[in-house]
C-alpha cells in the first residue's frame, strides 16, 4: 500500500493508494511561543522542513452500523453489529499492544456519528524533517501495520 500526505493548515492528511483519506497527523510542533504568533512560527517551521520528533496519529477507530436515523433491523442483526464491532475493538486493543502505546483517544467522527475515531501518539526513530516525503517514512510501518490488521 502506497500512503501519501497532504497539507492541510497545520495538520497533515493521510491518503490511501486509492487517493482516499485513511487519517490525520498531527506533528508535535514544540513548545510555540509566543502563542499569539503561532500561525506564522507554525507556517516558517513547515517552509523551513525543521526537524520533528513526533505527532498524533488519527484514524477510523469502528463503525457501528447501528446509529443511523432510519435504522430499522432485528435484534439477530444487532448482535451480528455487535460481535462485529467486538472482535474489532480485540483487534485494536491487540495492535495498540504491539505498538506499544500507552496512550490513545477515542472519540465519535466529526463526519460520520455512527463512528468512532481514535487519536493516538507517533514517536519517530529520529529528528525529522517537516516534509511529505520524509514524515511518510516514518508514518509507514504503523500506517502498514494497520492496514495488514485491518484496522484502515
Not at 2 to 26: C, M, P, Q, T, V
Not at 42 to 48: P, R
Not at 83 to 94: E, F
Not at 120 to 135: H, N
Request: glycine share 4%.
Amino acid at each position: 500500500m502506497l500512503w501519501n500526505l497532504e497539507l492541510d493548515e497545520e495538520y497533515f492528511r493521510i491518503y490511501d493508494s486509492k487517493k482516499l483519506i485513511a487519517g490525520y497527523f498531527d506533528p508535535d510542533y514544540g513548545d510555540i511561543f509566543p502563542k499569539e504568533n503561532s500561525e506564522q512560527i507554525i507556517s516558517t517551521m513547515l517552509k523551513n522542513h525543521d526537524k520533528i520528533c513526533r505527532g498524533m496519529m488519527m484514524v477510523p477507530f469502528v463503525k457501528f452500523g447501528l446509529f443511523d436515523r432510519d435504522l430499522d433491523t432485528s435484534l439477530s442483526n444487532v448482535q451480528e453489529n455487535v460481535d462485529r464491532v467486538n472482535q474489532h475493538l480485540q483487534k485494536w486493543n491487540a495492535t495498540l499492544s504491539e505498538l506499544n502505546c500507552k496512550f490513545h483517544s477515542v472519540r465519535i467522527s466529526h463526519t460520520d456519528q455512527d463512528m468512532l475515531t481514535i487519536t493516538f501518539p507517533i514517536l519517530f526513530s529520529q529528528p525529522t524533517p517537516l516534509k511529505k516525503e520524509e514524515l511518510i517514512k516514518e508514518l509507514f510501518p504503523t500506517l502498514d501495520l494497520l492496514q495488514k490488521k485491518g484496522l484502515l
